[in-house]
T-cell receptor, first 118, second 118 residues
Framework: NAGVTQTPKFQVLKTGQSMTLQCAQDMNHNSMYWYRQDPGMGLRLIYYSASEGTTDKGEVPNGYNVSRLNKREFSLRLESAAPSQTSVYFC?????????????????FGPGTRLLVL | AQTVTQSQPEMSVQEAETVTLSCTYDTSESDYYLFWYKQPPSRQMILVIRQEAYKQQNATENRFSVNFQKAAKSFSLKISDSQLGDAAMYFCAYRSPRSGGSNYKLTFGKGTLLTVNP
């Protein structure tokens, strides 16, 4: 049981390049999330997927797209990377959302992807 | 909008002693979830403890316990018998129990960096 896995661990991009961050979970969770963490700040939600087949914007979605490929996988795509997207990206999953109780609502995080855009 | 404040950017404690990390939050909701996450140098976000607001009993997990003061909107974390492995950044987080829109996100504080001295 690996929990939440992310690839790659580290990536360097040039401005304007594109890339996809991959995330997978093996906990049979319904809901998945993408956050970014910038220095001196907590995590901020980029996109989320409450259930397979649905995705919605979080608080900082500009410059990103997502795909919920199946129940296990949730990818984040940067179409044209900018230096402002230099950050650490975390994927998370939870059993469910919406009055599920604290255990079901608890989000479990992957190890993060460190992205540097030059 | 909910906000989470961690007023101590850094704390230090001697090994085997007790330390308390502070967290306050602002919300108009009567029920919600609160979490403490630990982020060691590996950057992995690890759940430490969780609390549902309607439960008056403070949550405990081994050496970790919380002091939840709902009226004061305070959620402090106490670490007893501190160990070197407790050294990390600690984040307090809030989550609405309601579904839909931005309610899905965790709202994080900016973190407290805990140093454990041998």
């Amino acid at each position: 049981n690996a929990g939440v896995t992310q690839t790659p661990k580290f990536q360097v991009l040039k401005t304007g390049q594109s890339m996809t961050l991959q995330c997978a979970q093996d906990m049979n969770h319904n809901s998945m999330y993408w956050y970014r963490q910038d220095p001196g700040m907590g995590l901020r939600l980029i996109y989320y997927s409450a259930s397979e087949g649905t995705t919605d914007k979080g608080e900082v979605p500009n410059g990103y797209n997502v795909s919920r490929l199946n129940k296990r996988e949730f990818s984040l795509r940067l179409e044209s990377a900018a230096p402002s997207q230099t950050s650490v990206y975390f994927c998370a999953s939870s059993a469910r959302v919406g009055s599920g109780g604290p255990k079901e609502e608890t989000q479990y995080f992957g190890p993060g992807t460190r992205l540097l855009v030059l | 909008a909910q906000t989470v404040t961690q007023s101590q950017p850094e704390m230090s404690v001697q090994e085997a002693e007790t330390v308390t990390l502070s967290c306050t939050y602002d919300t108009s909701e009567s029920d919600y979830y609160l979490f403490w996450y630990k982020q060691p140098p590996s950057r992995q976000m690890i759940l430490v403890i969780r609390q549902e607001a309607y439960k008056q009993q403070n949550a405990t997990e081994n050496r970790f316990s919380v002091n939840f003061q709902k009226a004061a909107k305070s959620f402090s974390l106490k670490i007893s018998d501190s160990q070197l492995g407790d050294a990390a950044m600690y984040f307090c987080a809030y989550r609405s129990p309601r579904s839909g829109g931005s309610n899905y996100k965790l709202t994080f504080g900016k973190g407290t960096l805990l140093t454990v001295n041998p």
